[in-house]
T-cell receptor, first 113, second 113 residues
């Protein structure tokens, strides 16, 4: 079993839809959870960073962590064509800065106008 | 936010030759940098951790004699792919840690013919 599982999609939704992206993990040592967005042939950029179980909201994005189930989610409200990208979940046993990250495979999202 | 650059963005080389990829932190110092490899539709896989002034730490299965890493200054790390083969064709991404996140470079696409 891989440490981080993420459905690679592709996922295609109409503009304005709510998007739900998910990852599961097996390593209980993971304490920090991140979502990165990666456009084609570009480096990843950080979208959301969470530590505790629960929800964290930032604009149209909501990150959800359930440590008891080892399950994290990213919700995108009112999706836009500009949200079309690959979304990667990432996890770390320590702080997200100086420590190694373990990534999911990424889910490719297309938002259709 | 902090900026990390990579050069070149795309390189094509012949099998058996060596290629050097540069990773620079433009407005901050980084004693540590991470090198990742990403195959199409796959996750970012950590290859090695580059440490300024000391030897790099390689992940299991990564040949340190093939992927030479030099972290000669606080703003520059280089990855040299020696005797490149077609199976080394991939997207190579570096990152430098900040306090709460890792800052990723835009990536270098290597094609070995």
């Amino acid at each position: 079993q891989k440490e981080v599982e993420q459905d690679p999609g592709p996922l295609s939704v109409p503009e304005g839809a709510i998007v739900s992206l998910n990852c599961t993990y097996s390593n209980s040592a993971f304490q920090y959870f991140m979502w990165y967005r990666q456009y084609s042939r570009k480096g990843p950029e950080l979208l959301m960073y969470t530590y505790s179980s629960g929800n964290k909201e930032d604009g149209r994005f909501t990150a959800q962590v359930d440590k008891s189930s080892k399950y994290i989610s990213l919700f995108i409200r009112d999706s836009q064509p500009s949200d079309s990208a690959t979304y990667l979940c990432a996890m770390s046993g320590s702080g997200a800065g100086s420590y190694q990250l373990t990534f999911g495979k990424g889910t490719k999202l297309s938002v259709i106008p | 936010g902090a900026v990390v650059s990579q050069h070149p963005s795309w390189v094509i080389c012949k099998s058996g030759t060596s290629v050097k990829i540069e990773c620079r932190s433009l407005d901050f110092q980084a004693t540590t940098m991470f090198w990742y490899r990403q195959f199409p539709k796959q996750s970012l896989m950590l290859m090695a951790t580059s440490n300024e002034g000391s030897k790099a730490t390689y992940e299991q299965g990564v040949e340190k004699d093939k992927f030479l890493i030099n972290h000669a200054s606080l703003t520059l790390s280089t990855l040299t792919v020696t005797s490149a083969h077609p199976e080394d064709s991939s997207f190579y991404i570096c990152s430098a840690p900040g306090l709460y996140e890792q800052y990723f470079g835009p990536g270098t696409r290597l094609t070995v013919t």
